[in-house]
């Protein structure tokens, strides 16, 4: 028995995952743009992003979740950022885990109250509930928009900004330290994954037995790993040969302008708009 390695589904799925990785991860060039967000200091910007969040986690009213989404939406057109590839990287993954989280909460078994539909599965009877539905419905919306807030301070500012504000606001430097290793080692993973996948095309060619392939896959997983680590030494020892001491460095030093002092009140009026009249 054999199986093909070439144009299939494998193969489609291994190339779209990296290719999406790659092009969600590495987006400086929508923090180049001239948009609304960009315009922005970093560190106002993480103040504002913080306020959006706390508005959403903390109520429990979910118009007003929508409406700070609906209003993450609006900064992000106004961003110049692609509505299309803003939405495939805030619907996905994280939302969607949360969707089958929250899916049991819809069932008269963990939510008691109001039936609104009811129907067996497997000789179970289930009963919808309203508030059942209206807290997973708040969940849900909850993660999507926090994400879509996230999203868009990270694609809407360059990643060494990003380090910089977090320490000018006392985050640890030992967190900031590993999340920069992080994002620059990322890419070399992917190269490196990438690198694997066609060093096996190239060796076994298009069709192999199924039980030679399970060798490959097993050896090409220690490999990566024994590669990964390495890497990852090799990353760390090539940023403390170049001066890197923990702290994130950027040539312009952060400046505060009146149009983010106007940011700041507009956002400030927004979290109040929501808190207090939805």
Not at 149 to 161: A, G, K, Q, Y
Request: glycine share 6%; aromatic share 14%.
């Amino acid at each position: 028995m054999a199986f093909t390695i070439g144009n299939n589904f494998i193969e489609r799925s291994i190339t779209g995952a990296i290719a999406f990785l790659k092009e969600s991860v590495f987006t400086d060039e929508y923090a180049s743009r001239d948009g609304l967000m960009q315009s922005i200091d970093p560190r106002m910007k993480l103040v504002t992003s913080g306020m959006l969040l706390l508005t959403a986690l903390l109520t429990k009213n979910i118009a007003v979740v929508l409406y700070i989404y609906s209003v993450s939406l609006i900064f992000t057109y106004l961003s110049k950022i692609n509505i299309g590839f803003f939405l495939k990287r805030t619907w996905v993954f994280i939302p969607l885990f949360s969707l089958f989280i929250a899916v049991p909460a819809l069932f008269n078994i963990f939510t008691p109250g109001e039936a609104i539909a009811n129907f067996n599965i497997f000789g179970l009877h289930l009963i919808v509930t309203r508030p059942g539905l209206s807290g997973a419905l708040l969940f849900v919306m909850r993660v999507i928009t926090s994400v879509s807030i996230v999203v868009l301070l990270s694609i809407t500012t360059r990643h060494s900004e990003t380090l910089k504000a977090l320490r000018l606001f006392k985050v640890p430097q030992i967190f900031v330290m590993i999340f920069g290793m992080c994002y620059r080692y990322i890419y070399l993973l992917i190269e490196a994954v990438e690198n694997t996948y066609l060093a096996i095309r190239s060796r076994v060619g298009r069709q192999v037995h199924y039980k030679k392939g399970q060798q490959v896959v097993a050896w090409s997983m220690a490999s990566l790993w024994q590669r990964s680590y390495r890497m990852n030494e090799e990353v760390y020892s090539a940023m403390l040969s170049r001066g890197y001491a923990g702290e994130p460095v950027v040539f312009n030093d952060f400046k505060t302008k009146p149009w983010d002092w106007m940011w700041l009140l507009l956002i400030i009026i927004i979290c109040v708009i929501g808190v207090r009249f939805i």
